[in-house]
T-cell receptor, first 111, second 114 residues
Framework: GENVEQHPSTLSVQEGDSAVIKCTYSDSASNYFPWYKQELGKGPQLIIDIRSNVGEKKDQRIAVTLNKTAKHFSLHITETQPEDSAVYFCAAVDSSYKLIFGSGTRLLVRP | DGGITQSPKYLFRKEGQNVTLSCEQNLNHDAMYWYRQDPGQGLRLIYYSQIVNDFQKGDIAEGYSVSREKKESFPLTVTSAQKNPTAFYLC?????????????FGEGSWLTVV
């Protein structure tokens, strides 16, 4: 089945710097890759997603890139702000149509 | 407001008791899911349902049960057979099932065994 690995597990950046979180997946048939932001004690919130027919997608300060050949996708956050501090999860849909999550990255943006 | 409502937010259970977590959505979504999250960990799928009166086991279904009698409701029962039930439980829904369509989450329920 699908296996999603996410790195790094923690990431600390200075306010205004960029943050990059990377994920790899194992099922070459996966075609949908969402990213979620989870604040303490709350449910995950979808922040951006990408499908396999595109290589990059942007939404203001957030972008996601997908390399299907290498089976990896990344989240890029530019001009980071303290409110970006949270846990970020990547995910991929496996061949049985279940959403498999990475283990999460705790992002800390230092003011 | 449209969304997914989970209740209660906090629940305490004595060992040997069954408890039921409620999940209601008014998004008219066909599919609903239950995930478990342990502190500092990722999300693991317990059960999912793509249509009313049908549901499938996820990766960690043992000790849990669900029902899907109505489209908008997908309650999760944590039975006494679940040996380590203390966790954060998340309900989610999507509009066309698991085939790559957006999944939205509720705000979660904290279950603690005392």
């Amino acid at each position: 089945g699908e296996n999603v690995e996410q790195h790094p597990s923690t990431l600390s950046v200075q306010e205004g710097d960029s943050a990059v979180i990377k994920c790899t997946y194992s099922d070459s048939a996966s075609n949908y890759f969402p990213w979620y932001k989870q604040e303490l004690g709350k449910g995950p919130q979808l922040i951006i997603d990408i499908r396999s027919n595109v290589g990059e997608k942007k939404d203001q300060r957030i972008a996601v890139t997908l390399n299907k050949t290498a089976k990896h996708f990344s989240l890029h956050i530019t001009e980071t702000q303290p409110e970006d501090s949270a846990v970020y999860f990547c995910a991929a849909v496996d061949s049985s149509y279940k959403l498999i999550f990475g283990s999460g990255t705790r992002l800390l943006v230092r003011p | 407001d449209g969304g997914i409502t989970q209740s209660p937010k906090y629940l305490f259970r004595k060992e040997g008791q069954n408890v039921t977590l409620s999940c209601e959505q008014n998004l008219n979504h066909d599919a609903m899911y239950w995930y478990r999250q342990d502190p500092g960990q990722g999300l693991r799928l317990i059960y999912y349902s793509q249509i009313v009166n049908d549901f499938q086991k996820g990766d960690i279904a043992e000790g849990y049960s669900v029902s899907r009698e109505k489209k908008e409701s997908f309650p999760l029962t944590v039975t006494s057979a679940q040996k380590n039930p203390t966790a954060f439980y998340l309900c989610a829904s999507s509009n066309q099932g698991l085939t790559g369509h957006t999944i939205y989450f509720g705000e979660g329920s904290w279950l603690t065994v005392v």
